[in-house]
């Protein structure tokens, strides 16, 4: 009786471990997302992994596109597009990451964030050199040098940049007794010389004025000001310096202070509150890079007036966002997907997603473009944003560095920062302290 | 299917005294009918089994191994855990990922929050669900409409159904704090306050489950036979007093089955406080006021991936802490239920037999 139970188990779990091992074999025989890509007719399909909205495809009344896809799609009958799409650059990343890891399941054109480009570029030999597809297309330098290894192999081609301008509300301005024509607003805060300091200066003039807010964020307000810092969190040598950076803890102290003394709207990045404050007077001013700008009219509604834009960053030109694309080697078919990465990156194609989606281009070519150069946006009073966007980003002298710790350190300092502006529950030094703990932890 | 193990199928003539084959056989086919019938039900449920080794028992064995390891998500296997500077210890051990996740405040808080979330979430819930249960049971108009009132929020989405809380929830333009405002009260910090961010998912939580545990509470309900209800109306017991000492008696194993079912949920929660956090970054709240066991897990897994960083290692780490937490509290569940089975529950009915034949 005993023995019969017990047997019964024992040809159970070896029925179990049987089948454990068929389902191993069959997982590394066959399972390829990129498989049976080609059919016998030589029909193509390229899988496309982007977020947010890179505006490559069809445009609708929610995510305005350049409709590149069917463009590509008309001239090489062979080639079928699958674009995936998704929410934020965290969902993509973090699927990508697995993908890569695992091996398998990677799409054939990966949209890459410059965040998470580091994790890229320290492992080279997953990816395409596309340097020899992209031989017509140019960048600005430092963009092309963000996506090149030391050793000269091209891994992510550049899509688009963030050069910053300042946006901010003319008609609050104008309650608040400040200038409102954009060129007054960018000599007000120091035109070409302006400065951080300079603009919390301007910024305590108006809060005073008013009692209200005059930025949306600190952890914003911060982001423009690492981004100006070469090596901010870690050094060249991918060593931790977060804590001993006299840098980052000058940044932090101008910026938690000028949010004690009022100046912050106390909103956290991307949280529902911080959206729905682009339509109230919550705030007067905001960094502006030149995606951020769909974010802007998004959230206010096309229709709202008074959100204009200043041809001026404190503390020089400041990058913030842009991404590349990268062809994993798993792919297979490679050969298209580069191909296609190439085209997407020409200088027609990012002047083409300038002109429908604000994604600013990252090739000078594009840039010089009528179509670019004089682009002025509607939803800004009209601003010459083209022009605009053309001088932030030449005025961008700074490649900060970031090492594979960079993001999470940065995301910690977020945390710190609404600890002070956010959630009011610390004070300055105490958040920091706790950050330095946090940056610990990291290791 | 199962031959029956003493009914010969020859014609029935007396044996012949002493026949010892034909008492081999017979004892054989007893032995194959006993084997057939100790075995088949084992064969029977086998394909339950083997899908749980597939799709549980294999991940949680590999998950055991990965924790063990200095495991990146993207260039994968790196040898042997070693703690680091958190411990102040670089020597490789199998424990070293477990060692580095108690040592981190986060956890901690995490294990706090979980438990706190789950207490302010579950007793309320239960509670609520059996009243609501009981109401449903009596003699409603329009009794199936109620009852899938009652199971609605269930069906809707926990995505949609956080979208929908966060606004409410929100610190400046939610729905709640506007109100307020318009009393004259000051706002509820919802997501600085530790202890308000989780009264907020707390109600996310039940605004989801009550309805699908009042339903099983209901079914167990109807299926009291109602002249034990009747003879308790003869004896004079009003709603309360019925609830109270025949329903809640009667209810019991139907009760655990519900408690242990939402205590493993709710050790596990993790789309709610997600969808809570405001943002893209900083799960559980700039000060981990909300932080759980399942989100920092995801959170050290999936955000955290830094090169050099062993963060699927320490991440599996966190998911068998997460485990062995909740088996254990599985076995207290288990020891609670055949205590109250084996004293509790069995005269309780008994008891309630006899009054109906009174």
């Known amino acids: ?443 | 299917m199962t031959a029956n193990p003493v009914a010969p199928d020859k014609p029935q003539t007396p044996p012949p005294a002493h026949d010892d084959a034909h008492e081999r056989r017979l004892r054989a086919r007893g032995r194959r009918g006993r084997l057939d019938v100790r075995l088949s039900p084992y064969l029977y449920i086998s394909p339950f089994f083997l899908l749980f080794a597939l799709t549980g028992l294999f991940p949680l064995i590999y998950t055991a191994w990965v924790a063990t390891r200095q495991w990146n998500t993207i260039t994968g296997d790196g040898g042997v855990a070693v703690c680091g500077a958190v411990c102040g210890s670089t020597d490789p051990s199998i424990f070293a990922n477990f060692q580095w996740v108690l040592n981190q405040p986060a956890f901690w808080d995490a294990l706090r929050n979980t438990f706190s979330i789950f207490l302010i979430s579950t007793i309320p819930q239960l509670i609520a669900a059996l009243i609501l249960a009981a109401i449903l049971d009596a003699n409603l108009k329009a009794k199936t409409f109620w009852r899938m009132g009652v199971l609605l929020p269930y069906v809707i989405a926990p995505s949609a159904a956080a979208i929908i809380f966060s606004q409410i929830f929100s610190d400046q333009s939610g729905l709640i704090n506007t109100f307020l405002g318009w009393i004259g009260v000051s706002p509820v910090p919802w997501h600085a306050n530790t202890l308000a961010s989780h009264i907020a998912i707390a109600s996310i939580v039940n605004f989801r489950w009550t309805g699908y545990n009042t339903l099983i509470l209901l079914a167990a309900m109807q299926a009291i036979p109602r002249d034990v209800f009747e003879a308790s109306v003869v004896d004079g017991a009003g709603r309360v007093r019925q609830l109270v000492s025949v329903t809640i008696p009667m209810l019991r194993p139907t009760l655990i089955f519900v408690i242990i079912t939402s205590t493993i949920g709710g050790l596990q929660i993790f789309d709610e406080p997600q969808m809570f956090t405001q943002g893209t970054s900083g799960y559980g709240g700039p000060n981990r006021q909300f932080l759980t066991v399942s989100l920092y897990l995801w959170d050290l897994g999936f955000n955290h991936v830094s090169i050099g960083q062993p963060n699927l290692g320490r991440s599996a780490a966190v998911a068998w802490l997460l485990f062995l937490i909740v088996v254990a509290f599985a076995i207290v569940n288990f020891l609670l239920t055949r205590r109250i089975a084996s004293a509790g529950g069995a005269p309780a009915r008994k008891h309630h037999a006899k009054e109906v034949a009174r």
């Open chain 1, 1 to 443: 009786m005993k023995n019969a139970t017990r047997k019964g188990f024992g040809a159970v779990a070896g029925a179990a471990v049987l089948a454990l091992a068929a389902s191993a074999c069959s997982n590394g025989g066959s399972d390829d997302a990129s498989g049976d890509t080609t059919d016998a007719g030589g029909q193509v399909t390229i899988k496309v992994s982007t977020f947010n909205n890179f505006g490559l495809g069809a445009p609708s009344d929610t995510r305005p596109g350049a409709d590149l896809w069917a463009k590509y799609e008309a001239e090489h009958p062979n080639v079928k597009i699958d674009e995936v799409v998704a929410a934020s650059s965290d969902d993509a990343r973090a699927a990508f990451n697995t993908a890569i890891s695992t091996g398998t399941g990677a799409y054939d054109i990966q949209a890459v964030d410059v965040d998470w480009m580091p994790s890229i570029m320290a492992q080279p030999d997953a990816f395409v050199d596309l340097g020899a597809y992209a031989g017509d297309n140019d960048w600005l330098d430092w963009k092309k040098e963000q996506g090149t290894t030391p050793d000269g192999k091209v891994v992510g081609l550049g899509t688009d940049i963030g050069p910053e301008g300042i946006c901010y509300r003319s008609d609050l301005f104008a309650a608040a007794g400040l200038p409102t024509d954009r060129a007054e607003v960018a000599t007000l805060l120091g035109g070409a010389d302006a400065t951080w300091d300079k603009y919390f200066e301007v910024g305590q003039q108006y809060t005073d004025a008013t009692g209200k807010a005059w930025f949306d964020s600190s952890a914003a307000v911060f982001q423009g000001m690492v981004n100006q810092i070469e090596y901010s969190h870690v050094d060249k040598d991918g060593n931790v310096i977060a804590g001993t950076n006299p840098d980052v803890k000058a940044a932090f102290d101008k910026v938690t202070a000028a949010a004690l003394a009022g100046q912050s709207a106390g909103l956290q990045q991307w949280s529902d509150d911080f959206n729905a404050a682009f339509k109230s007077d919550k705030f007067a001013t905001t960094l502006c890079p030149a995606w951020f700008i769909n974010n802007i009219k998004g959230n206010a509604g096309a229709d709202f007036t008074g959100w204009d834009i200043a041809d001026v960053f404190p503390g020089g030109g400041g990058n913030w966002g842009g991404s590349f694309l990268v062809v994993p080697e798993q792919s297979k078919v490679k050969e298209e997907a580069a191909k296609l990465a190439a085209w997407i990156t020409a200088p027609e194609q990012q002047a083409a997603v300038f002109a429908a989606a604000s994604n600013f281009p990252s090739s000078p070519t594009a840039q010089a473009d009528p179509s670019v150069a004089d682009k002025t946006e509607p939803f800004l009073n009209d601003a010459p944003v083209g022009q605009i966007f053309a001088n932030r980003a030449k005025a961008v002298t700074v490649v900060p560095f970031k090492g594979a710790q960079y993001f999470d350190i940065q995301t910690k300092m977020a945390d710190a920062l609404n600890r002070v502006d956010v959630t009011k529950e610390q004070s300055p030094q105490q958040s920091f302290d706790q950050w330095l703990q946090d940056v610990k932890a990291l290791s």
